[in-house]
């Protein structure tokens, strides 16, 4: 009977048993913007199409897609894994990329024409790697926690985000603004909203064995970014 005790015990206190919380929440814009134009590709475009999207800001009924959602504190733990970066019909699939420190970033090219994808990184080795059509896979893990910027230096317009965060505990909002955390230990943590465009929000959050709902609202976009 007392083994039994300890085993019911044992199970309650047991890592992402019923003692863990979730986060719930939406990222929103409650400022002005303009509609974005599309790039022109201009002698691209039979392989790339005579346009791409701007997905710089994407804003539906004020939900803000591609926000990072992340949760800092000590008590968080990684899990790695592998991740892709594509690079299709002229654009980055995807567009945000979110990983934890010590997984392992793949990028393949699925395009006819060559692309030479280059990564802004202070914290990680940077990647400037000319892709011929048919390439097989570059792989790198990245070591560090840091927002990595991508570009192609023969495609102006093609842009990707890659943020590497402590932990595994982050998640990007969908074309609604919505996003969700889960599994979370309970504790004290600070959640970051991150977007390239509308730079970083945070909040204090104190997560408990149930669901929490945090929402970021961006109230404008930052000076430096509007004058681009």
């Known amino acids: 009977m007392q083994l039994i005790s300890y085993l019911v015990i044992a199970m309650f206190l047991a890592p992402g048993s019923a003692f863990s919380g979730s986060i719930k929440g939406g990222a929103v814009f409650s400022g002005q913007i303009s509609q974005l134009k599309p790039y022109k590709t201009g002698k691209y475009k039979k392989a790339c ?13 004020k939900g803000v897609k591609n926000v990072v959602i992340s949760l800092h504190g ?11 970066l594509d690079q299709k019909k002229c654009q980055y699939e995807p567009h945000v990329i979110t990983m934890p420190v010590d997984s392992e970033l793949k990028i393949h090219t699925s395009d006819p ?23 097989g896979a570059y792989s790198q893990e990245m070591e ?3 927002i990595i910027k991508v570009e192609c230096d023969l495609h102006s317009w093609m842009r990707a985000w890659i943020v590497v965060t402590p932990n595994s505990y982050s998640a990007i909002s969908g074309s609604d603004g919505t996003f969700e955390i889960s599994d979370i230990p309970p504790g004290n943590y600070e ?6 465009t509308l730079g ?29």
């Open 49 to 61: 199409g005579p346009e791409i999207p701007n997905e710089s800001i994407l804003v539906d009924n």
């Open 74 to 84: 000590k008590k968080l733990k990684k899990k790695t894994g592998g991740y892709k």
């Open 113 to 135: 024409i060559n692309h030479n994808i280059h990564t802004y990184s202070f914290e990680n080795d940077p990647i400037n790697i000319m892709f011929i059509p048919g390439q």
């Open 144 to 146: 560090e926690a840091e």
């Open 191 to 196: 959640l970051t909203a991150w977007h390239e």
């Open 200 to 228: 970083n929000l945070t909040r204090d959050v104190t997560v408990g064995d149930d669901e929490l709902n945090v929402n970021f609202n961006f109230l404008e976009v930052p000076q430096e970014e509007a004058r681009k």
